[in-house]
């Protein structure tokens, strides 16, 4: 499917992977992008600008607590708003909590599960409803699903779910010839890894991947720019991509 003067919604995607995906949507397929972001940062108005400029597509930003079905439906209607339609909509929310089963309160396990999973059924849902035909959804879950681990007991339930929403939709959606899938990164070298691991944790993680490193944001984008483009065929699946730690 050619992307040029087609929409993606991204969510997240004013920095790390989210900024990456819009970067690579917009310099190799021409997508006009719509970018929802939850905290500010300063920078991203000049963002938006510098892609509009750089590559001659048209950029909108949203920001927003998507921490409710609502807000998520508000979400896709702002964007169809500004566009009209949505052909790829991809979504980058996530949290992380490393802790033991024991240890874990119900403030953080209710925090958990409403970003790493009501978030993203409801992401699902409203894409479902609003991509057009021959378009494309994908959900950013986490290679650690395919681990047999202490310590991320949540993490790992909240996300898997993720999963099995994204299978269901899948099979709705193929009269439409709607694409949707999740991608499982390895731990990447990001802010949002580094804050639940100590340094021998990482260490680990990098001896057990290609080149003794952990997952780079350039791993992914050019994953979520294939899927959306020539991958269109696969439908379903969850594309591990962890340089090897794991493998489902």
């Given at each position: 499917?050619?992307?040029?003067?087609k929409?993606?919604?991204i969510t997240g995607?004013?920095?790390?992977?989210?900024?990456l995906t819009?970067?690579?949507?917009?310099?190799?397929?021409?997508?006009?992008?719509?970018?929802h972001?939850?905290?500010?940062?300063?920078?991203?108005?000049?963002?938006?600008?510098?892609l509009?400029?750089?590559?001659?597509v048209?950029?909108e930003?949203?920001?927003?607590?998507?921490?409710?079905?609502?807000?998520?439906a508000?979400l896709?209607?702002?964007?169809?708003?500004?566009?009209g339609?949505?052909?790829?909509?991809?979504?980058?929310?996530?949290?992380?909590?490393?802790?033991?089963?024991?240890?874990?309160t119900e403030?953080?396990f209710d925090?958990m599960?409403?970003?790493?999973?009501?978030?993203?059924?409801?992401?699902?849902?409203?894409?479902?409803?609003?991509?057009?035909?021959?378009?494309?959804i994908?959900?950013?879950?986490t290679?650690l699903l395919?681990?047999?681990?202490?310590?991320?007991?949540?993490?790992?339930?909240?996300k898997?779910?993720?999963?099995?929403?994204?299978?269901?939709?899948?099979?709705?959606?193929?009269d439409?010839?709607?694409?949707?899938?999740?991608?499982?990164?390895?731990?990447?070298?990001?802010?949002f890894?580094?804050?639940?691991e100590?340094p021998?944790a990482?260490?680990f993680?990098?001896?057990?991947?290609?080149?003794?490193r952990?997952?780079?944001i350039?791993?992914?984008?050019?994953?979520?720019?294939f899927?959306?483009s020539?991958?269109?065929?696969?439908t379903g699946?969850?594309?591990?991509?962890s340089?090897?730690?794991?493998?489902?």
């Amino acid at each position: 499917m050619s992307l040029e003067g087609k929409t993606a919604l991204i969510t997240g995607g004013t920095k790390n992977l989210g900024k990456l995906t819009a970067i690579e949507l917009a310099s190799k397929h021409k997508a006009n992008l719509f970018l929802h972001y939850n905290s500010v940062q300063g920078d991203e108005k000049s963002l938006a600008q510098e892609l509009s400029s750089k590559y001659g597509v048209k950029v909108e930003l949203y920001q927003g607590n998507l921490g409710s079905a609502e807000n998520v439906a508000k979400l896709f209607e702002a964007a169809k708003a500004k566009f009209g339609s949505i052909d790829v909509a991809v979504n980058n929310v996530g949290k992380v909590l490393k802790k033991p089963i024991a240890e874990v309160t119900e403030k953080e396990f209710d925090e958990m599960d409403l970003v790493n999973n009501k978030i993203a059924f409801f992401f699902i849902a409203q894409a479902a409803k609003h991509v057009s035909p021959g378009g494309s959804i994908i959900s950013l879950v986490t290679s650690l699903l395919a681990a047999y681990t202490p310590f991320y007991a949540v993490y790992q339930g909240t996300k898997s779910a993720v999963e099995y929403y994204s299978k269901s939709a899948s099979k709705e959606l193929i009269d439409k010839r709607i694409s949707v899938n999740c991608i499982a990164p390895g731990p990447m070298d990001t802010p949002f890894f580094y804050a639940q691991e100590q340094p021998e944790a990482v260490e680990f993680y990098k001896s057990a991947a290609f080149d003794h490193r952990l997952t780079k944001i350039e791993d992914i984008a050019p994953i979520v720019s294939f899927l959306v483009s020539s991958g269109t065929w696969i439908t379903g699946q969850t594309l591990y991509a962890s340089g090897g730690m794991t493998a489902h």
